[in-house]
């Protein structure tokens, strides 16, 4: 029997899979998402740990457990909170969730497009605050997506998704990225491969989809899009980030959605999680939404029982689904 700590709270499904396996479990029964103190005392002795974005696996984590720990299962396909190196030299074996959410995020994603551009969050604000309102030709007015163009940074399978649902809203397509995109796509969508400052500067929608790879590190996406960045999109575009909150400078942003260098943004994701900087919540053309990219109840069941699948392939030597790190 292996004892199996959870960060969070998991569907009972899950839950049920390691308990049928015969192994401990120790939940989390709390509200609210624990404090990092609750986390590094509840993993000492574990065998295995599922993890969560807000969970940092690093050297002071993989002390806290201890030696015997096997398997570190993170309930997201993003794993910029994991130290896969430190996992790797200490043979512990760290597991992702890829494919399970790429149409709740793209979902996600494209409803913040369309509630960037059609003005949707100043809406329902205006109506909430209870001040008088009525139609007029050019009230709210916002920016139609058809025959626009959708710059999509980062194609894998979550931009793919999205990219097909802009299409679907009749945007051409124009794509950014380390690679092509898988067989097929290109010509599914039509897309067109460019380069960042081609894509910043033609594209009426930038949406962002790619890892977020730390500052010093090749290929690094901190900061991708900074000031500088911003200054080369069209004045009339809208930048949307479902992907990770650091890939964008998010004081630029306030400036340039403060001075029109854009028009507007909608943000899943923030810097510094859960700390929205202040100057957005100021802004009327910022939709902002708390990190909700893959909450859908069938998507979240989904993650975690993969997350226990890794777990139990790992702990019953058959190796895990989606290790990370070749
Ligand atoms: C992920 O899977 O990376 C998401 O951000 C979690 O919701």
Not at 315 to 323: A, I, R
Request: proline share 5%.
């Amino acid at each position: 029997m292996a004892r199996v700590v959870l960060t969070n709270r998991l569907p009972d499904e899950a839950v049920e899979l390691l308990v049928g396996a015969g192994h401990e479990v120790d939940g989390w029964e709390g509200a609210e998402a624990p404090s990092r103190e609750d986390v590094l005392a509840r993993v000492a002795g574990a065998d295995a740990v599922v993890t969560m974005v807000t969970d940092k696996v690093d050297d002071s984590f993989l002390d806290a457990a201890g030696e015997q720990l096997r398997v570190v299962a993170n309930v997201a396909v993003g794993y910029d909170n994991i130290d896969v190196a430190a996992c790797r030299e200490r043979g512990v074996v760290a597991t992702n969730t890829p494919g399970v959410l790429v149409d709740a995020t793209a979902d996600t994603a494209f409803a913040l497009v369309l509630m960037a551009t059609r003005r949707l969050g100043e809406g329902e604000r205006l109506i909430r605050s209870g001040q008088p309102w009525k139609w007029g030709m050019d009230f709210l007015l916002g920016m139609g997506l058809q025959g626009k163009v959708f710059g999509l940074v980062g194609p894998g399978a979550i931009g793919i998704a999205t990219a097909r649902r802009a299409k679907a809203f009749g945007m051409e397509i124009v794509y950014q990225g380390r690679s092509p995109m898988k067989p097929g796509a290109e010509a599914e969508l039509g897309a067109r491969r460019v380069d960042l400052p081609e894509l910043l500067a033609t594209a009426d929608v930038v949406s962002l989809h790619c890892p977020l790879i730390p500052q010093g590190q090749p290929d690094s996406t901190y900061h991708l899009i900074d000031a500088d960045a911003l200054a080369t999109m069209r004045g009339s575009a809208y930048l949307v980030n479902s992907a990770r909150g650091p890939i964008v400078d998010e004081a630029a942003l306030v400036e340039a959605l403060r001075d029109g260098v854009i028009a507007g943004a909608g943000l899943d994701v923030f810097e510094d999680e859960p700390r929205v900087h202040p100057g957005l919540l100021e802004l009327e053309n910022v939709v902002l939404l708390p990190h909700l990219g893959s909450a859908t109840v069938e998507t979240r069941t989904a993650m975690a029982t993969l997350a226990v699948r890794n777990v139990l392939g790992v702990l019953g030597g058959d190796g895990p689904l989606n290790p990370l790190g070749g």
